[in-house]
């Protein structure tokens, strides 16, 4: 009993230390010394993602919260989360931009400006050395993922590096703290955890100091901890239902043999946004899992809390990803980076404020430093994504846009199959077009991806097309894989079927397994005799 007195003793001599040293110190954002060095790496950090975001292609999952934004109201907003799985967050940060008639590629530059601004932080706010704030910045997630490919993770590493340099600060500005915490709780369910662990971190130290604050301080740091379990509440409300509305989530209750080979399938997703290697160099592998454990050591030698959190931040992803939702994009494995940096500038923030120190012990230095270039080394390849997005198509999407534009008016009907975020693609690039699905005859917008849900094309939805195109022709954009199908089922009912354009289907990136949005398009007449296709 007495050993754990002295440890909260020494905790909170540690925290009136901090908080002392805060209230002589500069305002938040009151810069490090840099040097124009990092200002010169910086800038040209900014010009290569800006000469990246023209030559990019959007993706189905992209431009589905995008048509979310677009098309619906807030309430519409948090209704569809159910069926997404996702918080509105992201959506309502898009709604303005979508809603004004902004083009599409309005999304990736917000996204762009949202890593800017994270990387930013790293650059002029971090503690790390200045070795390691290059090699985060020209990293795979931060030079292409997060910014080029706009998706809500970029808010990711924009909260939690706001919320590492404002830590030290959480008992002066509790609110803000708190607020910071429950953003980060909306903006992806692998998040959960990490919020979970700062939400413990901060009520035991609350707890171990609560008899050096005033009346007001703890009545301002308890509302602060309701305030965070508000805001993950009002996320458990947008995605409660999710497991009873669509198919994409479920809780695998599964054997243990199935839940060995998830698991390996997990770890095998996140070996190979980092690594991306043969297994045939094991000493590289070997390397990097070791250069992980030490960083996890280093932290835990000197802040045994921040080393639990960051462990319960990573494990949730890991069993999240198991049991329910496969860790799949590299979006996601890279969560796992943005956790251990923001472990780390906190553990280096605090020693630079107890210490009153420029100088960073030598020994957290090296293992912080070995981490980022173990880290960038081995994502190297997959920052190649770059080179290939510029260099070639993402899919045949934006030659299908051109055929159209030059081909067919906008007073023809066309009718896309199946119905599936593939051909969201198409859709968002012709706003202007009278596009309606096959399945139901509906003008395109968002994809409600409810169980009920049919991916495939049925006869009746090709008759249906007739009556809906109120004349004896209409033209049809087909998946390549569905292709074939489509014309069997037309050439079963008496149709007249003529091939009018087929895609090229591009050399696929080296780590996107995404490039399956090649189409056809066909002319569909109601005649006695055939086109050959």
Not at 103 to 124: D, K
Not at 192 to 202: S, T, Y
Not at 423 to 446: A, D, H, K, V
Not at 489 to 512: D, G, Q, R, Y
Request: proline letters at 3%; glycine letters at 2%; charged letters at 15%.
């Amino acid at each position: 009993m007495s050993k754990n007195n002295q440890q909260n003793k020494a905790r909170s001599k540690i925290l009136s230390q901090l908080d002392g040293y805060i209230k002589n110190s500069g305002s938040f954002f009151c810069s490090n010394k840099t040097s124009s060095f990092e200002v010169w790496i910086f800038i040209i950090y900014i010009i290569l993602l800006f000469i990246q975001l023209p030559f990019h292609e959007q993706w189905e999952d992209e431009l589905q919260a995008w048509l979310i934004a677009r098309d619906c109201s807030i309430p519409r907003i948090f209704y569809m989360m159910r069926y997404e799985g996702h918080f509105a967050l992201w959506h309502l940060l898009l709604h303005p931009l979508a809603s004004i008639g902004l083009p599409v590629i309005a999304m990736n530059i917000f996204s762009t400006i949202i890593c800017i601004f994270a990387c930013w932080l790293v650059v002029f706010q971090s503690p790390f050395p200045r070795l390691s704030k290059i090699l985060i910045l020209f990293s795979a997630p931060f030079i292409y993922w997060y910014p080029i490919v706009a998706r809500v993770y970029v808010l990711i590493p924009a909260l939690m590096f706001i919320i590492a340099r404002f830590y030290n600060h959480r008992f002066q500005k509790p609110y803000v703290y708190a607020i910071l915490l429950a953003l980060l709780s909306n903006t992806h369910v692998f998040m959960e955890g990490m919020v979970f662990a700062l939400f413990c971190l901060l009520f035991f130290d609350f707890y171990i100091i609560r008899n050096t604050l005033s009346s007001k301080q703890k009545k301002d740091c308890i509302l602060a901890l309701v305030l965070v379990i508000s805001g993950v509440f009002i996320a458990f409300l947008q995605v409660y239902s999710t497991f009873e509305c669509t198919k994409e989530a479920s809780i695998k209750t599964q054997s243990l043999s199935e839940i060995m080979m998830r698991f390996n399938s997990t770890r095998q997703s996140f070996g190979n946004a980092y690594l991306n290697i043969s297994t045939k160099t094991p000493f590289l592998r070997i390397s990097f899992y070791l250069s992980l454990f030490a960083c996890i050591v280093c932290i835990m030698r000197k802040s045994f809390f921040n080393a639990v959190g960051m462990i319960i931040g990573i494990g949730w992803i890991f069993l999240f990803s198991v049991f329910i939702y496969s860790l799949g994009h590299p979006q996601q494995s890279y969560l796992i980076l943005v956790i251990i940096l923001f472990n780390f500038w906190i553990h280096l923030s605090s020693n630079l404020m107890l210490n009153n120190n420029d100088n960073i012990k030598t020994a957290d230095t090296i293992v912080s430093m070995a981490l980022v270039c173990l880290i960038t080394l081995f994502s190297c390849r997959s920052s190649l994504c770059t080179i290939e997005d510029i260099a070639q198509p993402f899919s045949t999407a934006k030659q299908t846009t051109e055929y159209i534009k030059q081909n067919l008016s906008k007073q023809d009907k066309i009718y896309y199959f199946p119905t599936s975020l593939q051909t969201s693609i198409i859709c968002t690039w012709l706003p202007n077009y009278n596009l309606f699905s096959g399945e139901n005859q509906r003008r395109y917008s968002y994809l409600v991806l409810e169980k009920s849900l049919k991916r495939d094309i049925q006869p009746y939805h090709l008759m249906k097309c007739f009556e809906h195109a109120q004349g004896n022709q209409y033209y049809a954009i087909v998946l390549l894989r569905k292709a074939h199908d489509f014309e069997i089922m037309a050439n079963e009912l008496n149709f007249s079927v003529k091939l009018l354009f087929e895609s090229t289907i591009p050399t696929k990136h080296s780590l996107l397994a995404y490039t399956d949005e090649s189409y056809k398009i066909y002319l569909i007449k109601q005649a006695d005799k055939h086109d050959n296709i």
